[in-house]
């Protein structure tokens, strides 16, 4: 089946670089219309579930191309939105014939109000703000209408950048009265003393602040982005209509693509993703400086950087991604300041050394816990990895293998395998992996387009654990983690304890190289399409995409009520199922039903969960909180309100269980040499200590090894 579809897409490649464009392209100088061209035959060629380029598809690129060049409506007027409405249902007509006159209207447009805005803000941020009048304003720019008039556009300006100014006096104010503190940041050095200043100096220094901001955003974003940047994203509205993860990866973009599937990433360790106008934190890499440090989280959002010796940050609302890596990223050993937008809604200076990020904490990594008497081996898998090169040479389920036998030596009797945060990889090794707790049999179905279905299978007869197993998940648990989960699930070989369902990707991509699909091309590099290719399906039959895989123990924490999954994400193809296989149940003496309803129990009346629970809930309420004051008095004192609703979930940190984790033996005898890898495993052992959801997995691993007993025993006595 790999054969005859690599046979496929290599025709499919040849025929589009020797027949489609040679004749058509050649005498086109237009690269854009080119791009066009190769990308839409593309998608309807490979892509898993082909779109029909028609008045619908027509409607939803040209809505999601205004809000993602306009996000916050303070561009254009409604006069521009009743000029572009012609083109609401030709873009698809305008597709096929390689036509882009909507993005070229829109951009020359575009490019206009932009310069008129620059009037706007600067004329604006010449008067002060009176920041003790009553008025409110709305962060909601999603229900925002286009306005009529430019004196409205203008007042629009003038809110947002009260609104972004009264943030900064807020902080000055906190500065001069001594309440405010850098995490992180040495507190050695003695510090000049402040200066006295009045409110009124405070408010024109603010107000200067926002106008060094949008200048650098204007200056360093918005003019230095060319027609090709602007026209990449028009030609990702176009693929993104497809799936979510289908997309289009400039030069550049290809470039960092391959840097990070090779494993190594500078900086701070954290991955990055444009949301409307915000820089948002939407991965910690293991073992970098931000996941080593604690302090930064998933759904953070940076809203300032500031170099170790500058004394004033660059604001990155607004800023291109590119730009704001650049200022986040700097040689090792560096300190970058962060100011984050926290999850709850608060904000904090958070510092970071800058490193490398090293690829031997993206390994597997295992340890020992005793819980009444009996050993316990618990192991955290970041990811699914694999050197493609040399599939031998060291991978995720040969590795998993070897820290099971390590673990055996210790005399286990138990298991937990931390899948969270796993967002996949190879899917070969969650085959491989899965063998290790099996004899054999169908592990996952895989699906192309026009294609019959392929059911991958474990053929090795040998089990590598065949005692109790607890596999821990949550909603960032993805695609190869699910394969994983959904087929322990389905033969009953494990408990899956977390969240409601995980990430829900039940897809696969290609990334295809444009250049290969041109011949004699003098257009430069084209870049390259990541498109959805396959669809992954239980063996039950029943697909992960969307529904992810539901927990058999489902335990809140702090994103049960944050939109985060493939079925948050705009386009995500549908669920379905298809035929199920044959497979047989694990036939053990486990009784999983009685174990599941005794920890179902406990965690009714876990109090740490439910203040997990509850704090999770408020989090949410401040995040769907769009309504501010301008009113600086009542502004602070929101400010103030929050910051003590918070003290009721401080104790969720100081939460501590009773047990102790050690590394095996052959991770001791490192020690001696490794100062940095005993201080990581530490630092994990700490972490393991505090949590709440390791403590109940080893619970259950003791409530099923308690069941396999009492049943081995009852049926000995048959």
């Not at 990889?425 to 049999?441: E, P, Q």
Request: proline share 2%; hydrophobic share 35%.
């Amino acid at each position: 089946m790999k054969r005859k579809y690599n046979i496929i897409l290599l025709v499919l490649l040849l025929a589009f670089g020797s027949c489609s464009f040679t004749a058509k392209v050649d005498d086109d100088p237009d690269k854009d219309k080119l791009l066009i061209q190769i990308i839409t035959l593309a998608l309807d060629q490979l892509h898993f579930e082909p779109k029909e380029l028609n008045d619908s598809f027509s409607k939803e690129i040209y809505s999601d191309y205004l809000e993602l060049v306009d996000p916050l409506k303070r561009y254009f007027l409604q006069s521009d939105i009743d000029e572009f409405k012609k083109f609401e249902t030709q873009i698809d007509d305008q597709l096929r014939a390689s036509d882009i006159s909507f993005f070229n209207t829109v951009y020359q447009r575009l490019i206009q109000r932009q310069n008129d805005a620059k009037v706007y803000y600067r004329s604006i941020l010449e008067k002060p703000f009176d920041f003790y009048e009553d008025e409110d304003y709305n962060t909601d720019y999603e229900t925002l209408t286009y306005t009529k008039s430019k004196k409205a556009l203008k007042e629009r300006w003038r809110q947002q950048l009260k609104f972004n100014t009264l943030s900064g006096y807020d902080m000055l104010i906190d500065q001069q009265n001594g309440d405010s503190k850098t995490e992180g940041e040495d507190t050695e050095e003695v510090s000049e003393p402040i200066v006295e200043k009045s409110l009124i100096e405070l408010e024109v220094e603010a107000r200067t602040e926002t106008l060094k901001t949008l200048d650098n955003y204007f200056t360093d974003y918005i003019e230095d982005m060319e027609r090709e940047d602007w026209f990449a994203m028009y030609v990702n509205t176009i693929v993104e209509e497809f799936d979510p993860h289908t997309s289009y990866m400039a030069p550049t973009d290809k470039d960092r693509f391959d840097q990070q599937m090779s494993g190594k990433l500078e900086g701070i360790g954290a991955r990055l993703q444009k949301k409307m106008d915000y820089i948002k934190i939407v991965e910690l890499i293991s073992g970098g400086p931000a996941w080593r440090d604690g302090k930064i989280e998933v759904g953070d959002v940076i809203v300032k950087v500031r170099q170790d010796k500058e004394k004033e940050a660059i604001s990155v609302v607004g800023m291109r991604i590119d730009d704001a890596i650049k200022l986040i990223k700097g040689p090792k050993g560096s300190k970058v300041i962060l100011t984050m937008k926290k999850v709850d809604g608060s904000f904090e200076d958070i510092a970071i050394t800058r490193d490398i990020v090293e690829l031997e904490e993206t390994y597997a990594k295992s340890s020992i816990v005793k819980k009444e008497g009996i050993n316990y081996g618990v192991i955290n898998l970041p990811k699914f990895y694999v050197d493609f090169e040399d599939y031998n040479s060291r991978n995720a389920s040969s590795d998993i293998k070897l820290e099971i036998e390590r673990l055996k030596e210790q005399g286990i009797e138990g298991l937990v395998l931390d899948l969270r945060n796993n967002g996949g990889g190879s899917l070969r090794t969650v085959v491989d992996m899965a063998g290790l707790f099996i004899k054999d049999g169908p592990i996952v179905q895989v699906r192309s387009t026009g294609e019959p279905k392929e059911v991958l299978s474990d053929e090795d007869k040998s089990i590598s654990w065949d005692g109790p197993l607890v596999i821990m998940v949550n909603e960032l648990s993805a695609s190869a983690s699910e394969i994983l989960a959904a087929a322990m699930q389905d033969y009953k070989r494990a408990i899956i304890i977390g969240s409601k369902q995980t990430y829900g990707k039940g897809t696969v991509q290609n990334v295809l190289d444009l250049n290969r699909m041109v011949r004699n091309s003098s257009h430069g590099d084209l870049g390259a399409l990541k498109l959805t290719r396959q669809k992954f399906y239980r063996i039950n039959g029943g697909s992960t995409q969307l529904e992810g895989v539901k927990s058999d123990v489902v335990v809140p924490d702090r994103y049960s009520f944050i939109d985060i999954g493939e079925r948050d994400q705009e386009n995500p193809l549908a669920w379905d199922k298809i035929t199920p296989v044959e497979y047989e149940v694990w036939n053990s003496y486990f009784d999983y039903n009685t174990t599941i309803a005794n920890s179902k129990r406990r965690m009714e009346n876990n109090e740490q969960l439910k203040l997990i629970e509850n704090s999770a809930k408020w989090a949410k309420s401040k995040m769907d909180d769009n309504s501010y004051s301008l009113n600086y008095t009542k502004y602070k004192s929101k400010l103030k309100l929050n910051e003590e609703e918070a003290k009721q979930f401080e104790a969720i940190s100081d939460y501590k269980t009773n047990l102790t984790f050690e590394s095996l033996p052959y991770e001791q005898k490192l020690f001696t040499q490794d100062t940095t890898l005993r201080d990581k495993r530490n630092r994990w052992h700490e972490n393991l200590s505090k949590d709440v959801y390791v403590e109940e997995a080893l619970n259950v691993l003791n409530d099923l090894k308690m069941t396999y007993e009492i049943n081995k025993l009852a049926t000995i006595r048959n």
